[in-house]
């Protein structure tokens, strides 16, 4: 099971490479596919990733279609757009949605 972990719920050999729990970018590829609908993120396209942890604490990127990541029950758990890593470089019209 992935999900969001506290800190103080991870095992001991877990270590947490980034600061943030939840990042947007566009696609250096099309190689990356959405968690939610299974399909493949184009190049260029917004995407949006949540880092969830195992329950032993190794993160992952679960990359997301912009749709998609809103349907992803840890995104209730965010308190904002300013827990989104890199939200203020992307380009106007993707900060309006």
Known sequence: ML???KSNELGESASRRVSYDCTADYAKSSRAKCRQCKKGIE???LRLALMLQDDEGYKNTAWHH???FWKHP???KL???HEIHNFTKLKAVDQAK
């Open 3 to 5: 999900k969001r972990f």
């Open 79 to 81: 308190g904002g757009i």
């Open 74 to 76: 840890e995104t209730k």
């Open 43 to 45: 190049q260029n396209e």
């Open 66 to 68: 912009y749709d998609c």
